[in-house]
């Protein structure tokens, strides 16, 4: 009799075995205190979007739209020292509760120069108005970005538009995404599979000369 079943059964067993000794992480401690910015000049944009008409006639519960580009009118002056360079905001809005503003996901191109310093990235943010919408994260120089994105959402058929836009978030600055640096994998035995499967193999043949 052979028991091919068990035999697979330990070698699969020792194939993880085997991959999960060699698995290993890494930890990148953050260097920087965060540095926090607040943009007191709001900022309107607006753009082109495709509404999605799911229930009743006209925005009602469930219906929804996405902007992939929604630009600045203007950039104004942040101060003497705070100014944004670029911005573009992605957004999709969803109606869930009627007359309301809607539930938005926003992903958003920004750069800004503080004093000689210049720094780039995206930012998330998500929320449903009236209330600010939180900036949940962020790229590239905006790593780890935290804070709010408050404006007034109107839309249309055809467009959105994000008025009185202000951003408030905190960065760490040079810190960046870290690069994981894996730590040496260990040496695997490579007699240990072949072992267990010989093992498993003899017991077999055992109970094969068992009357």
């Known amino acids: 009799m052979y028991f091919p079943a068990r035999t697979i059964a330990v070698s699969l067993g020792s194939i993880v075995a085997l991959a999960g000794s060699a698995v290993s992480s890494s930890v990148t401690p953050l260097t920087a205190l965060p540095t926090c910015y607040d943009f007191t000049a709001g900022v309107t944009f607006t753009g082109p979007a495709v509404f999605v008409d799911n229930g009743n006639p006209g925005f009602s519960v469930g219906?929804?739209?996405i902007a992939s580009s929604l630009t600045p009118v203007a950039l104004p002056a942040q101060g003497s020292s705070l100014s944004i360079n670029y911005a573009n905001i992605a957004a999709i809005c969803v109606v869930t509760t009627p007359g309301a503003a809607p539930s938005c996901n926003l992903e958003i191109d920004?750069?800004?120069?503080?004093v000689s310093t210049t720094f780039e990235g995206k930012l998330f943010a998500q929320g449903t108005?009236?209330?600010?919408?939180a900036i949940t994260g962020g790229t590239d120089d905006l790593f780890g970005a935290f804070g709010q994105?408050?404006?007034?959402?109107?839309?249309s058929s055809v467009s959105v538009t994000l008025t009185n836009t202000l951003f408030t978030f905190c960065i760490f600055p040079g810190q960046n995404a870290p690069t994981p640096v894996p730590s040496p994998h260990p040496t695997p035995h490579p007699t240990s599979l072949?072992?267990?499967?010989a093992t498993v193999e003899a017991e077999?043949?055992?109970?094969?000369?068992?009357?």
């Open 194 to 197: 072949h072992t267990a499967v």
């Open 204 to 211: 077999g043949r055992e109970r094969e000369r068992i009357p």
């Open 129 to 133: 108005g009236p209330e600010p919408y």
């Open 149 to 155: 994105l408050d404006a007034v959402f109107s839309g």
């Open 63 to 65: 219906d929804f739209s």
């Open 110 to 114: 920004f750069e800004f120069t503080h």
